[in-house]
């Protein structure tokens, strides 16, 4: 099957209705798909929504709403937004979707039969919306996440840990192998020093987060919003599927559009996931 030309957006968090940001990467991507089908290229436009986490968990209580009512009403917005700005998408995935969680779940459980998942125990400074923990070096002043300027706060629980550190040096080969990757060229130098200085293995569960994908060996624990959602992107593909040829036609992604608070994500934790 040749190559299909495969392009992404970002999937879009649903904790509040659409605006002109998400309306822009996906209208970006639109016209890019039109314009390589009109050159006679076969094309796979995906978009999505990213539906886990504590955010959506306190969001919906704040509503008075399930977590399910509130995903799919703003799911819902996302879609008659697309639909009136006459985007053409080839396929929209929602990481609440059994196709995706049941993919993930192998995964998780892959890595940690490999060693490269393990138990451990993590004390850091937590940003709620970002559903992030940031090194005391790279917050803002007043101890603020560097993205949302509001006070981080100190966490510890029990976490399963992606080994992360583990890929430093493969992900400095890839760089240079492939400078194309780190796009646009101005943020190259940015990731490529933030991964010299040394990766650290990344917290990868959460036992304090109910609205996630369940670790599938361990019940205590939801699998992190990140690790779960960057995902997306190989499974709407068809990854691990009974017939493999979709996925072969349409991986690796041709053109993926991230914003840029999650250019890092994308760069760094995403390409050393195997």
Same mark, same amino acid.
């Given at each position: 099957m040749p190559k299909v030309f495969y392009i992404t957006t970002p999937l879009y968090y649903v904790n509040a209705a659409p605006h002109i940001g998400h309306a822009y990467t996906t209208l970006a991507a639109d016209i890019l798909a039109r314009h390589k089908k009109r050159k006679g290229q076969s094309v796979f436009f995906l978009t999505g929504t990213?539906?886990? &986490?504590?955010? /959506?968990?306190? /969001? %919906?209580?704040?509503?008075?709403? &399930?977590? *399910?009512?509130?995903?799919?009403?703003?799911? &819902?917005q996302f879609k008659n937004m697309w639909a009136e700005l006459g985007i053409e998408y080839d396929d929209f995935i929602r990481t609440t979707e059994e196709r995706h969680t049941r993919r993930v779940q192998e995964i998780f459980e892959r890595l940690h039969k490999r060693g490269d998942i393990t138990l451990g125990t993590y004390e850091g400074l937590y940003c709620l919306p970002c559903e992030n923990y940031w090194d005391a070096g790279?917050?803002?002043?007043?101890?603020?996440?560097?993205?949302?300027?509001?006070?981080?706060? $100190?966490?510890?629980? %029990?976490?399963? !840990? !992606?080994?992360?550190?583990?890929?430093?040096?493969?992900?400095?080969?890839y760089y240079a192998a492939h400078p194309e990757f780190l796009a646009p060229p101005r943020r190259a130098k940015e990731? /490529?020093? !933030?991964?010299? %200085?040394?990766?650290?293995?990344?917290?990868?569960?959460? $036992?304090?987060v109910r609205w996630g994908i369940p670790v599938p060996f361990d019940s205590k624990h939801t699998i992190y919003v990140w690790f779960d959602a960057l995902l997306n992107y190989i499974t709407a593909a068809g990854y691990g599927a009974a017939e493999p040829g979709r996925f072969q036609a349409l991986w690796p992604a041709d053109v993926q559009l991230v914003g840029?608070?999650?250019?890092? !994500?994308? *760069?760094v934790i995403w390409p050393a996931m195997p």
């Open positions: 990213d539906e886990h &986490g504590a955010n /959506i968990e306190k /969001i %919906a209580s704040q509503a008075k709403v &399930g977590q *399910t009512e509130w995903v799919d009403r703003v799911v &819902g790279d917050l803002a002043p007043g101890n603020k996440c560097p993205v949302h300027d509001r006070p981080v706060e $100190t966490v510890r629980e %029990a976490s399963y !840990f !992606f080994k992360l550190s583990k890929y430093q040096a493969p992900l400095l080969e990731i /490529i020093n !933030f991964v010299q %200085a040394g990766l650290r293995d990344l917290s990868v569960s959460r $036992t304090q840029k608070e999650i250019y890092r !994500f994308h *760069t």
